[in-house]
Nanobody, 117 residues
Framework: QVQLVESGGGLVQAGGSLRLSCAAS????????MGWFRQAPGKERELVAA????????PYADSVKGRFTIFRDNTKNTVYLQMNSLRPEDTAVYYC??????????WGQGTQVTVST
């Protein structure tokens, strides 16, 4: 089964940018829809952005539209989340997941993103 490893998290000032990566091993990401989720302390996990296997369907949470971009490079077996104009409320653990657009069943371990004021 495919395994996912996120990277690229860290500490950034408000207004800054980060790019998260989700690399797959043990399988081919092009077989899956991919999603980026986040969970802040005391809050439920929420879907931030997703992409179908071709990258032609990319829904976003309203809170990140116009600031975040999800894209995938199936030749590198990697999915990315470009995050611009970061806000303190974007602080969370970010997870990537693989599956279908309605059901994700393979999860990474998460990467912390902290946005300071």
């Amino acid at each position: 089964q495919v395994q996912l490893v996120e990277s690229g998290g860290g500490l950034v000032q408000a207004g800054g940018s980060l790019r998260l990566s989700c690399a797959a091993s043990g399988g081919t990401l092009s077989n899956y829809a991919m999603g980026w989720f986040r969970q802040a302390p005391g809050k439920e996990r929420e879907l931030v952005a997703a992409t179908n296997w071709m990258g032609t369907i990319t829904p976003y949470a309203d809170s990140v539209k116009g600031r975040f971009t999800i894209f995938r490079d199936n030749t590198k077996n990697t999915v990315y989340l470009q995050m611009n104009s970061l806000r303190p409320e974007d602080t969370a653990v970010y997870y990537c997941a693989a599956g279908s657009l309605n059901n994700y069943y393979v999860w990474g371990q998460g990467t912390q993103v902290t946005v300071s004021t």
